[in-house]
């Protein structure tokens, strides 16, 4: 079973920052690593797919990096809205799986 | 446009089974290119994979649930189901659907299921 790993679980960041959020795979998961972020009472939205590719609609700011075992989702600069959880997961090929990580917290400094 | 709802009983008593529905819209779900799976997050914490099955009735299910977890897919309906037997405080949680692709998950809005006699 692959287990995915964030950290740090709580990052504190002021607007118009940058925040970097990392993934570990305790095995390789190739690029098959996608990243989604949750707000309070709603379901998870997907940002990145593939490891790197932004998803229909998602701003420039968000960016995903990394394969393997090692991945990185990096908002170039905070805005209001993107204060939330955010979670990386992974799709294994075969046999089909799909785990996540715990969750980082991104909060208002 | 692809769409996803959860329902079934919000409220399900211990030791009991816990059955929910997902209905899709705007898709076939005999889809060749598509897993269909549950996750659920228990109230203030993560996202847990359940299972998921492919069209052809395939399942795939996490480890840690797998002796208490069917998931079954009715194609003539578009739909697919989870049943998850002997149900304890441990299992209330929002109970999200989901379609699985190469290209990321399309959710379900989700549905809280609460464990409580």
């Known amino acids: 079973e692959i287990v995915m790993t964030q950290s740090p679980a709580t990052l504190s960041v002021s607007p118009g920052e940058r925040a970097t959020l990392s993934c570990r795979a305790s095995?390789?998961?190739?690029?098959?690593l996608a990243w989604y972020q949750q707000k309070p009472g709603q379901a998870p939205r997907l940002l990145i797919y593939g490891a790197s590719t932004r998803a229909t609609g998602i701003p420039a700011r968000f960016s995903g990096s990394g394969s393997g075992t090692e991945f990185t989702l990096t908002i170039s600069s905070l805005q209001s809205e993107d204060f939330a959880v955010y979670y990386c997961q992974q799709y294994n090929n075969w046999p089909p799986a799909w785990t996540f990580g715990q969750g980082t917290k991104v909060e208002i400094k | 446009q692809l769409q996803l709802q959860e329902s079934g009983p919000g409220l399900v008593k211990p030791s009991e089974t816990l059955s929910l529905t997902c209905t899709v819209s705007g898709g076939s779900i005999s889809s060749s290119s598509y897993y269909w799976g549950w996750i659920r997050q228990p109230p203030g914490k993560g996202l847990e994979w359940i299972g998921s099955?492919?069209?052809?009735?395939?399942?795939y299910y996490n480890p840690s649930l797998k002796s208490r977890v069917t998931i079954s897919v009715d194609t003539s309906k578009n739909q697919f189901s989870l049943k998850l037997s002997s149900v304890t405080a441990a299992d209330t949680a929002v109970y999200y659907c989901a379609r699985h692709g190469s290209k990321g998950d399309i959710w379900g809005q989700g549905t809280m299921v609460t464990v409580s006699s």
């Open positions: 095995q390789s998961v190739s690029s098959n």
């Open positions: 099955i492919y069209y052809s009735g395939s399942t």
